[in-house]
C-alpha cells in the first residue's frame, strides 16, 4: 500500500498550485485521509481532510477559504488546490491515511515541496 504525493514546486504569492495523493495497492472506502506540513524545526500541522469516498472535508483555520480538498474515488485520488499561496505556507506537504475510523494516520506519503516566494 503506497500514498504517491505530487505537485509541489515553486510559486510567487498570491498564485496556485494543485497536490495530489495517488493511493496504489487498495482503496480506503470512507476512511479519512488528510494532507499535513512541516517546516523544518517545527511540527508537522494538519492542513486539510476528507474521506476518501469526497464526505466531511474540513481545514485548518490557517488554509480555510483559500484551499480547497477533494475526492476522485474512482481514480482512488486526493486533490489540494491551493489558491492565495502566502510565504507562510511554504512547507513539505505531505498527505496520509487512517486505515480504521478513529485511529491515527498508518500510511503516509513521501512528501511534496511547496515553496512561495514572496
Known amino acids: 500500500v503506497q500514498l504517491q504525493a505530487s505537485g509541489g514546486g515553486l510559486v510567487q504569492a498570491g498564485g496556485s498550485l494543485r497536490l495530489s495523493c495517488a493511493a496504489s495497492?487498495?482503496?480506503?472506502?470512507?476512511?479519512?485521509m488528510g494532507w499535513f506540513r512541516q517546516v523544518p524545526g517545527k511540527e508537522r500541522e494538519f492542513v486539510a481532510g476528507i474521506r476518501w469516498n469526497g464526505a466531511a472535508p474540513k481545514y485548518s483555520d490557517s488554509v480555510k477559504g483559500r484551499f480547497t480538498i477533494s475526492s476522485d474515488n474512482a481514480k482512488n485520488t486526493v486533490s489540494l488546490q491551493m489558491s492565495s499561496l502566502k510565504p507562510e505556507d511554504t512547507a513539505v506537504y505531505y498527505c496520509a491515511t487512517q486505515t480504521a475510523y478513529g485511529g491515527p494516520y498508518t500510511t503516509w506519503g513521501q512528501g511534496t515541496l511547496v515553496t512561495v516566494s514572496s
Open positions: 495497492g487498495r482503496t480506503f472506502g470512507s476512511y479519512p
